[in-house]
T-cell receptor, first 114, second 114 residues
Framework: EADIYQTPRYLVIGTGKKITLECSQTMGHDKMYWYQQDPGMELHLIHYSYGVNSTEKGDLSSESTVSRIRTEHFPLTLESARPSHTSQYLC?????????????FGPGTRLTVT | KNQVEQSPQSLIILEGKNCTLQCNYTVSPFSNLRWYKQDTGRGPVSLTIMTFSENTKSNGRYTATLDADTKQSSLHITASQLSDSASYICVVSDRGSTLGRLYFGRGTQLTVWP
């Protein structure tokens, strides 16, 4: 089992609140990712990081922001939550080189904005 | 447009039976193809990963095949168990960037009945 953790697992919050979803990994991986997944739909990459102080936006436009101050930590922040942000957020990491690197996923955070 | 299509969308089988899930992709250039298992409310867990030179790869009761010429893959599950109930996601990686961009299918929802 991969050593990648996400907290909280479930979050129900009101519109306009600021939230931070936590993601940590203990594998020393340099690459980390945030995906958004709606029920029955594919995962969409919203942010990724090659290493400390490196962050990039993914394919799906997102109002969230991320930071990578430490290798093991990759938090995602929503400054003002809206109902359209309701979704499952999955964090992943990888440390391999070459084309066959493996991505390990955390258990996800199910966010509901009322 | 790079896409990954999976079929069927959902499948119900009886415990002990075999089943085969399909994946067609148009991703180019092709790097590797992965199959993930995602239990409800959890993050995806890797089952197999295959590069273009590999035709078959097994992981216990799971056997994946790849035909890079026709851009098709299948995941065969033998002697299904109740714990096999999950979503099975086909993921294809390209070689277009250092990141190795991943393209996700929407998954096949498998339900195993006793």
């Amino acid at each position: 089992e991969a050593d990648i953790y996400q907290t909280p697992r479930y979050l129900v919050i009101g519109t306009g609140k600021k939230i931070t979803l936590e993601c940590s990994q203990t594998m020393g991986h340099d690459k980390m990712y945030w995906y958004q997944q709606d029920p029955g739909m594919e995962l969409h990459l919203i942010h990724y990081s090659y290493g400390v102080n490196s962050t990039e936006k993914g394919d799906l436009s997102s109002e969230s922001t991320v930071s990578r101050i430490r290798t093991e930590h990759f938090p995602l922040t929503l400054e003002s939550a809206r109902p359209s942000h309701t979704s499952q957020y999955l964090c992943a990491s990888s440390g391999g080189a070459g084309v066959s690197y493996e991505q390990y996923f955390g258990p996800g955070t199910r966010l509901t904005v009322t | 447009k790079n896409q990954v299509e999976q079929s069927p969308q959902s499948l119900i089988i009886l415990e002990g039976k075999n089943c085969t899930l399909q994946c067609n992709y148009t991703v180019s250039p092709f790097s590797n193809l992965r199959w993930y298992k995602q239990d409800t409310g959890r993050g995806p867990v890797s089952l197999t990963i295959m590069t273009f030179s590999e035709n078959t790869k097994s992981n216990g009761r799971y056997t994946a095949t790849l035909d890079a010429d026709t851009k098709q893959s299948s995941l065969h599950i033998t002697a299904s168990q109740l714990s096999d109930s999950a979503s099975y996601i086909c993921v294809v990686s390209d070689r277009g960037s250092t990141l190795g961009r991943l393209y996700f299918g929407r998954g096949t929802q498998l339900t195993v009945w006793p």
